[in-house]
DNA sequence: TTCGTTTTTATAACGCGTTCAAAATAATGT
DNA sequence: ACATTATTTTGAACGCGTTATAAAAACGAA
């Protein structure tokens, strides 16, 4: 490798470097490419040359950060393939909920600007990652033979994704999106489940059922709009309340079909 | 009702209607305030005046389908709870999936700009919709009766809502979709019926196993960023293709922890 | 070292979503 | 009828992501 795509490559990881860091010090707000640049120590139109978008960016960004996951996710395995795709679950879980502020923008930011991890997530690697311990679990018996290990694992990963996805919106907390998933895992599970199975899912879904919190409320997630001032202009201290708009129910232009 | 009041309402429908158009006509390129502007013939203030933001503007539109999606879904009522279940899904899987052009743009732009319909989703209509023919399945002894209904509809909420994304994403055409779902609404039924009811619910099962496509290609959802030449300035033909940009794996910067 | 080739930089521009002061307009009081 | 007041629309502006362009810099080869 010459010298070239070195300085190329350490332009890069800078970049990257700095978008974590950016995140971290100021979550989505102030994750802007100029902000990313300067940063990085690079002209604002680079980025561009070595990722292609902000999207781009971010998506690389993301994808280290789920390989990285993933690698620790396939350490976990234990005798029983159930428990390991519950593990393996929470243990996912865990990790989002542990940094909310990163987590959260950097999977809204990934949603947003589509063609993000998601496919990858379907037709890649995540979903031979627990196709493996659904494979281990029909062959042990403990889930029903006629059951496709793709079709499960994508099933799981969809599941997965819907409620992280509800977790980063600020719809669920962290605590409630962990039960939430073991819930969703345990049910899809028990409808593959053996005799040598059912007993013990059986009650892990009443334990979960019994800790799903009721009643939700959203709460801030930090990536609402906030008004931004340029850090300059600090006059004019923020005052002015925007009036919320609330207007009466306008009905639906019709040809919905 | 002042004259106030009815001219605002009035601009509110014509800038709905806009919206839907707009979308009609161009998908998401095309789908700018300055273009909803004009077409509505309001100033570019206006709809935030009166809805907020972009955002809330299509959360309006979104709302009022989805409403209406609903109240079609609400009548289908039949002998068979499971059976209803799985028609009320079948029918809001190909309400989307026969106009993907609209509802994918629809979709696209309400995912991304946050606070769309998912809280509403899992905290609101949506969740009570589905409820209820869970309850019904219960009371019927075709359904586990220490099933708690509502976490149940809320599986099955974010489930849909999964895959509908995956579809809204290219990731999945609308065959694929509507399979995916019924193939997932099946195997969480699957994992709490009960000897009146497995024995169907497992035919169920493995039919849609079976339809389920292997291979994922990801299609062309219509929502890629387009280069959008201002339609004014026709000349230089289309010529400068951008070098597609794919740069060795950079590695991760440490400290994600 | 010198030449030729890439790549980065600096800068300007475009359209975008959004905001804000000022102008225009409807409602209200007399 | 008019004048005052409370809203609403407007038009200009901001920062954003992104692209284009020309100049400068950096590398590889001779």
Same mark, same amino acid.
């Given at each position: ?10 332009? /890069? ?66 005798? +029983?393939?159930?428990? +390991? ?25 990934? =949603? ?26 029909? /062959? ?28 980063? /919106? ?23 489940? =053996? ?25 801030? !997630? ?13 006059? !004019? ?21």
């Amino acid at each position: 490798m010459g010298l070239r795509e070195k300085r190329k490559l350490e332009r /890069r990881e800078r970049i990257l470097a700095a978008a974590q860091e950016l995140i971290r010090e100021t979550g989505s707000v102030g994750l802007s490419m100029r902000a990313l640049a300067r940063k990085a120590e690079v002209s604002l139109a680079t980025p561009y040359n070595l990722f292609g978008s902000k999207g781009a960016v971010l998506a690389e960004l993301g994808l280290a950060v789920l390989k990285k996951l993933e690698r620790k996710m396939e350490e976990l395995r234990s005798h +029983d393939p159930i428990e +390991d795709l519950l593990h393996i679950a929470e243990l996912g879980a865990n990790t989002y909920a542990s940094d909310p502020r990163f987590y959260r923008t950097l999977m809204a930011v990934l =949603t947003a600007s589509a063609r993000g991890l998601h496919d990858d997530a379907i037709s890649g690697g995540s979903v031979r990652l627990w196709q493996r311990p659904v494979e281990a679990g029909i /062959r042990a018996g403990l889930l029903r033979a006629d059951a496709d290990s793709e079709f499960v694992a994508r099933d799981l990963v969809i599941t997965f994704l819907g409620v992280l996805d509800l977790w980063v /919106r600020g719809v669920l907390d962290g605590e409630a999106m962990r039960t939430h998933i073991l819930y969703a895992f345990t049910l899809a599970l028990l409808g593959l489940s =053996t005799d040598a199975s059912r007993a013990k899912l059986l009650r892990h879904y009443r334990r979960f059922q019994r800790q799903l919190p009721r009643e939700i409320r959203v709460v801030d !997630n930090g990536l609402a709009r906030r008004r931004a001032r340029p850090a300059g202009e600090a006059a !004019n201290g923020g005052a002015a309340v925007a009036a919320k708009v609330r207007a009466p129910q306008a009905a639906l232009p019709e040809g919905i079909q």
